[in-house]
């Protein structure tokens, strides 16, 4: 059973805006973004446009046995070769172990065909399973943003992390070995 080759990412197309937005607007998505409001179909459209408009922003689907399953979301700094992500499993019913199989794919997508020197990530302090999952995947920590943003009238740090390819070419092999190594 290859896990990897039944998954994909896919570009984000218009007929899954109701979808995304579906996904994004659940509680445990939105609870640990930046902006945890419920977001309207016009707001989620407008931002769809400006991704399509913007050829430094891609937003990809994750599929699993041909089922939408997740989104990743790559901002490229092309000057610098850097790239920062965002991402979430929007779907309820997801097996168990996907996210670790998203990032694989996300990640060896940003190595090898984006071509970026450094993978971001910006991680609220309130959400210890990303900063777990990040680290996990090589990620390490750069930095803190004290009292960044308010969530709910509380101060809330952001955890800035990074990955270089060569600390994701130590791990990716062990990574896949644990992906391939799980049951779905």
Not at 48 to 60: L, M, W
Not at 106 to 120: T, W
Not at 130 to 147: A, D, M, R
Request: aromatic letters at 10%.
């Amino acid at each position: 059973m290859n896990l990897i080759k039944r998954s994909s990412l896919k570009e984000m197309n218009p007929s899954q805006l109701e979808l995304v937005l579906a996904w994004r607007n659940q509680f445990f998505v939105r609870s640990v973004m930046y902006q945890d409001e419920e977001i309207t179909f016009e707001q989620h459209h407008k931002w769809f446009a400006g991704i399509q408009a913007d050829h430094t922003k891609q937003v990809k689907v994750f599929y699993f046995d041909d089922q939408p399953m997740g989104v990743v979301q790559i901002s490229l700094d092309e000057q610098n070769k850097r790239a920062e992500w965002g991402f979430y499993i929007g779907e309820p019913q997801a097996p168990r172990g996907i996210g670790k199989l998203m990032g694989y794919l996300a990640i060896e997508y940003i190595f090898q065909q984006l071509s970026v020197r450094k993978l971001c990530a910006e991680v609220l302090s309130i959400n210890a399973k990303s900063v777990h999952y990040h680290k996990k995947l090589g990620f390490q920590v750069e930095g803190n943003l004290k009292g960044h943003i308010l969530k709910e009238n509380q101060s809330v740090d952001v955890i800035l992390m990074s990955l270089f390819p060569k600390d994701w070419n130590e791990k990716r092999v062990d990574i896949l070995k644990q992906i391939e190594g799980r049951i779905i």
